[in-house]
């Protein structure tokens, strides 16, 4: 039986199809909407981003490629064999340019987010109080339209933020894509597991 | 009526008919080992006082209600805590070792996620003095016979020693903190996260690479000699290893060697485990079978310093695997004889002497289910 391999459908599609073709591994071509696709030894599962730890937890996936950020927020069990180096990010707290941002002054910071988990962490940590309004996209307009004291999102250029009137205040993590593997494969099916590791580990370097 | 009536706590689980009749034919098949190798059953309390369970890991996962006399008590979130004192209570006159085993249900608060559930039942055994080598060696042994007779199918059992990386974190001398951070890192396989917890430390070069080893070193059984070589710079992993090979090496003599693996990055529950550590993997299943491992200082905590190894396995998760290997075959059962009960009495009498004779009975009305 050949691995399955999570990606996601998202940012981090184009870096893993040209580290898989790099590493010399079979990757679909264009298979249209196709979510779940034999090529060569492999099998892969095109699923969200958010999701791709869920598969690789449960077995579903043997293996799969996550942003740091996305296992931060999922905290999914996983293995984390190795650094693939590319799909670098942030994961910051903004707030709107121009004006101070001090949670600190207030019993309660609202923070609009598409990580919930990582933001309430943040503020938490630093004995603040907060409240996380949880988001799935266009955080940015968060704070304009009032429904937010600040986000906590993911930047990579800086620039989106700026367009949105924003301005970045702190990192909350540091972000690249991650190859993860789940536990019981990585046992159960360990010359095929490290094989993988191996070829994806020297086509990152 | 209100929801609740009719609607299931998360977490909660209720098995019916053949679900039920063949979770009865697994365990029937793992006491049965257990009894085999002279273990002992222990039916424990259903709650004890919280006191009991106070370990750091499952403190936080414990139902504990007030007792009417205020004291704090809970629902045993593992059996591992009771069996210990009662080897240290009620069996403290009796000469080590023990062998006791039990099998039944602990309950958590959990998030029902991968294979976890709030309400669990474990099969399991606790060794608890005599010779320590012999009885982690017998400890993997008896996990491994209780899957093979459960037909379970390419099942790994993973061997680690949580003195490899205790060993070298007394050598580097670390901060708690970093301590606890470099264990998750660890426990991730994670080499980039290793080096980034340690960057700043003032750790040594080498150790800094044995901790990163950690993650990569693994696999076979050839595993245990190279780890002698990469962490030759610290003594307390170099013990550790030694024990784990004499286990490895005993479990290879007596045919087990093509079920086990080499798993150094295996460093949950430190404040718990103190020697061998292993967990059982198969294909077809994402997340452990069973988990197991040698806890020194636990019973101490009861009076009775008794050095001990045990391991459990989930029946949940055992049967969900076979299951999945389609090696969950319907236990076979008589056809029933079915009997009226238009004369009651001479139905009856009918129904009841069939069952001296050993005939499966519906007695009255019902059909086929």
Redesign the interface.
């Given at each position: 039986m050949s691995l399955t391999i999570a990606l996601s459908k998202g940012k981090l599609l184009a870096g893993s199809e040209a580290l898989f073709r790099r590493a010399g591994l079979a990757f679909p071509n264009g298979e249209g909407r196709k979510l779940v696709v034999a090529a060569g030894e492999l099998r892969f599962l095109f699923v969200k981003d958010m999701d791709v730890p869920t598969y690789?937890?449960?077995?579903?996936a043997d293996c799969g490629v996550a942003g740091k950020d996305v296992l931060l927020e999922t905290g999914a069990?996983?293995?984390?064999?190795?650094?693939l180096g590319f799909g670098r990010c942030r994961v910051v707290v903004a707030s709107p340019a121009g004006r101070a941002f001090a949670p600190d002054r207030a019993a309660t910071t609202r923070v609009a987010s598409k990580y919930a988990k990582l933001a309430a962490a943040h503020f938490l940590e630093r004995g603040l109080g907060v409240e996380v309004v949880r988001l799935a996209g266009s955080v940015e307009i968060a704070t304009g339209l009032g429904l937010a004291d600040c986000i906590v999102d993911v930047v990579e250029t800086g620039r989106t933020l700026a367009e949105n009137d924003l301005a970045e205040v702190e990192t909350v993590a540091e972000s690249s894509a991650?190859l993860i593997?789940?536990?019981?494969?990585?046992?159960?099916?360990?010359a095929e597991v490290?094989g993988l590791v191996a070829k994806l580990q020297d086509a990152s370097r | 009526m209100t929801a609740r009536l009719t609607q299931v706590p998360p977490g909660a689980q209720c098995f019916v008919g053949e679900e039920a009749r063949l979770r009865r034919g697994i365990e029937e098949t793992v006491v049965s080992v257990f009894e085999g190798w002279d273990y002992e059953e222990i039916i424990p309390p259903l709650f004890d006082y919280a006191e009991v369970f106070a370990g750091e890991a499952l403190a936080s996962k414990t139902y504990s209600f007030v007792a009417r006399d205020g004291s704090l008590l809970a629902l045993r979130p593992d059996f591992t805590s009771l069996l210990a004192k009662i080897a240290a209570g009620r069996l403290r006159e009796r000469a080590a070792p023990l062998r006791l085993y039990y099998s039944g249900e602990v309950v958590r608060y959990e998030p029902v996620r991968a294979g976890r559930q709030s309400e669990l039942y474990q099969m399991g055994l606790e060794h608890l003095g005599g010779d320590a080598r012999a009885a982690d060696a017998e400890a993997v042994a008896i996990a491994a016979e209780c899957l093979e007779r459960l037909g379970a199918r390419g099942f790994v059992l993973a061997l680690g020693h949580v003195g490899v990386f205790g060993g070298l974190v007394d050598a580097a001398g670390l901060a708690p903190e970093r301590v606890e951070a470099l264990r998750e890192r660890v426990e991730s396989k994670d080499p980039a996260g290793v080096r980034q917890v340690l960057q700043g430390a003032g750790v040594s070069s080498a150790l800094a690479e044995a901790f990163e080893r950690l993650t990569t070193l693994g696999g076979g059984l050839e595993a245990l000699p190279q780890a002698a070589q990469a962490f030759s710079c610290c003594a307390g992993a170099g013990a550790a290893l030694a024990e784990l090979r004499a286990v490895a090496d005993a479990l290879g003599a007596a045919g087990l060697g093509r079920h086990l693996a080499v798993d150094l990055g295996e460093v949950r529950g430190l404040d718990y485990y103190t020697g061998l550590v292993f967990r059982v993997f198969a294909p077809d299943l994402g997340f452990e079978v069973g988990s197991g491992g040698r806890y020194d200082t636990l019973v101490a905590r009861f009076g009775r310093p008794l050095p001990a190894v045990g391991f459990m396995l989930g029946l949940d998760r055992v049967a969900l695997l076979l299951e999945r290997q389609g090696r969950l075959a319907a236990i076979p059962r008589p056809a029933v004889e079915a009997i009226a009960a238009t004369q009651l009495g001479a139905g009856l009498k009918d129904a009841v002497a069939r069952r001296v004779r050993g005939a499966r009975v519906r007695f009255g009305s019902g059909g086929d289910r």
């Open positions: 690789v937890e449960y077995g579903v069990d996983v293995l984390e064999p190795l650094d991650r593997v789940n536990r019981a494969s990585f046992h159960a099916r360990r490290q | -």
